[in-house]
């Protein structure tokens, strides 16, 4: 049996496992659906019927009383429209007889209504008001009580029998639950115990080799690998063991060992698809690889005294620039992101790099070189731009019916549509909540768009600081003291500053909106402002929770969120605040400590008066 026949027997158990889970669940579901579709079959339509009798009866009578206050006419027309509505309404229900006492009630509705009719024929035929008053007040009233009583012990009793019927239809969810996790947990537990047995059996010859590879690694060339059989492992365990000889002769010459040495490193970077150069001390070219001479035209064997004389000004500046950062002692280069990368001409046409450095040390950490390599990530731009155009769409599309959905919402909550009952006042408000919070992932999106397609525009205007200051109060005084907390300024700046003041108030938004979320009742956020080397450097402090170490340095990232955070969003409003200062000449960082609060802020260049 070869290698893939005895992988594919280890996967069997595992494969029917989940076999068994599916069909089971498939069970489960089309069981639990036919029981809730039985609430619905039996239940609802009568249900249904009940309520548009109520309606109709209600009309018939409204008929009555416009006949007795002398509207004959309007009278016989509104009795004519709904009496047929009431008769074929309760020829539903009585072909839909499916709880215990309800045909009994039928009937009784049936009898009810036809007195009904007689009576409010004879209404109708009565020749002056006041027998019509007399006869309505002494028999047809009553009569449209009985019928609506009727009707409502048929609503009744199907109401109740759906409520039974959803409880039980519940209880058989649990059980159906438990009885799943079981059967998944126990076929989970055998296919892996069984493809964990199988494959123990089949890695034998691996751990062999393995074993065989690190002795050999450790310099023992006489080690072999032992395994039996004809599928692929025994026949790579004889080529191993082939390659072993031939080393253990090739070991025992000193330059086999030294071009062994030089082969292995040139094909370790030959194996790269980036292009990586190698420079000495001097700054002259020592190494390339097969990707440095396909797409920049560089090679080690020409022009190593002026190695970037040849390439085009924009490759040899960029080349250059990682170079000196190297070799001048400033250590690692690392960009930043996809902002640090640069469009340069290569020999396959244009194409993004990322520019990274590191330098080169010898046994004693002295630098005797630096390490030039271009991330080739023009297909990661292109999808990255890709994915920006997508969202923006997205996002673009989804604002029209968002403020027409939000539109209407807000005129149900508002009742200028009709008057609501308490719990459609209460599931109308938590769905406008729903819609202000998908409008500003929305707005973050569109937001996150325009900064990464460089369509922001600022307009900073000299403004001063307290007035920043005073308009970020105003604006979320009302939602921190509906939360129970404190919140006031303690600025010691006064001058002025560059600044765009729609995009600073979003950028205070952000934060004091978080100060907000994460601070406990009773608690104090303080905004604070304070001149510091030629800019004022704004900080929104809170007394929350505060926020572990380990991801302050990702707080500004796109869509990051804190791990185990109960509070749920899309992770832009930082990054997005970060870019405005950014566009502001500006710095933003953080300074927090779990359960110690924290404190987000950030600078602003000053005016040449403030200065």
């Known amino acids: ?65 416009f006949m007795v206050a002398g509207q004959q006419q309007k009278g016989v027309e509104q009795g004519e429209k709904y009496r047929p509505v009431f008769d074929a309404e309760l020829k539903v229900q009585e072909g839909n007889i499916t709880e215990r006492g309800e045909k009994e009630f039928t009937m009784g509705l049936r009898t009810a209504w036809t007195d009904y009719q007689l009576k409010f024929d004879r209404l109708q035929k009565s020749p002056t008001t006041n027998d019509m008053r007399t006869l309505y007040f002494a028999e047809l009233e009553a009569a449209f009580y009985k019928v609506k009583s009727a009707a409502d012990e048929i609503l009744a009793i199907n109401q109740d029998a759906m409520l039974h019927k959803s409880d039980a239809v519940r209880r058989t969810a649990e059980r159906m639950n438990a009885t799943t996790i079981t059967v998944v947990l126990i076929a989970f537990i055998l296919g892996l115990v069984v493809s964990t047995f199988l494959t123990r059996r089949m890695l034998q010859p691996v751990s062999a080799l393995n074993e065989a590879t690190r002795k050999i690694g450790e310099g023992n060339f006489d080690t072999r690998a032992h395994v039996r059989g004809n599928d692929e492992l025994a026949q790579l365990a004889r080529d191993f063991n082939s390659m072993a000889a031939r080393l253990a002769e090739y070991r025992k010459s000193s330059l086999g060992e030294l071009l062994q040495a030089h082969l292995s490193m040139q094909a370790a970077i030959d194996s790269l698809p980036d292009p990586v150069i190698i420079f000495g001390t001097m700054g002259e070219l020592q190494n390339t690889n097969l990707a440095a001479q396909t797409l920049l035209g560089l090679s080690a064997g020409e022009g190593k005294r002026e190695p970037l004389k040849a390439l085009a000004s924009a490759v040899s500046s960029v080349i ?51 390490t030039v390599i271009l991330q080739d990530v023009t297909r990661l731009r292109r999808l990255e731009e890709l994915k920006n155009d997508v969202v923006a769409t997205v996002a673009h599309e989804f604002r029209t019916p968002l403020t027409s959905l939000r539109m209407a919402v807000h005129l149900c909550t508002e009742q200028v549509v009709g008057p609501l009952t308490e719990k459609q006042a209460e599931l109308l408000n938590t769905a406008r909540e729903d819609c202000d919070r998908l409008q500003a992932m929305v707005d973050d999106l569109l937001d996150l768009s325009r900064i990464e397609s460089g369509k922001t525009e600022l307009y900073p205007l000299p403004t001063p600081v307290s007035a920043l200051i005073e308009r970020a109060i105003e604006e979320h005084k009302a939602e921190a003291d509906s939360k129970g907390l404190h919140l006031i300024a303690d600025a010691h700046a006064d001058t002025t500053v560059l600044a765009d003041h729609e995009r600073i108030a979003q950028v205070f938004a952000n934060f004091i909106a978080n100060a907000i979320r994460y601070t406990p009742h009773d608690g104090t956020i303080k905004l604070g402002a304070e001149v510091k080397n030629g800019s004022v450097r704004f900080t929104v402090s809170d007394s929350g929770k505060g926020i ?16 185990d955070n109960e509070q749920k969003g899309t992770g832009l409003g930082l990054y997005i605040a970060r870019e405005i200062i950014r566009a502001h000449s500006g710095d933003i960082g953080v300074e927090s400590e779990a359960g110690a609060g924290c404190a987000f802020w950030f600078t602003l260049p000053t005016t040449a008066k403030g200065a």
């Open 548 to 563: 572990a170490k380990e991801y302050q340095a990702r707080l500004f990232e796109k869509f990051f969120r804190v791990p």
């Open 1 to 65: 049996m070869n290698l893939y026949k005895k992988l594919l027997l280890a996967q069997t158990p595992i494969a029917l496992a989940l076999a068994i889970v599916g069909i089971f669940s498939v069970v489960a579901i089309s069981y639990l659906g036919s029981h809730s579709q039985g609430i619905m079959k039996d239940n609802y339509r009568s249900v249904l019927a009940a309520q548009r009798m109520k309606e109709a009866i209600e009309r018939m009578d409204s008929a009555a009383l």
């Open 320 to 370: 250059e620039r990682m170079r000196s950062h190297v070799l001048s002692g400033k250590g690692v280069f690392h960009p930043r992101g996809f902002e640090d990368a640069v469009q340069l001409p290569t020999l396959l046409g244009d194409r993004q790099f990322l520019p990274r450095a590191t330098p080169v040390y010898e046994t004693q950490g002295v630098i005797v070189g630096a």
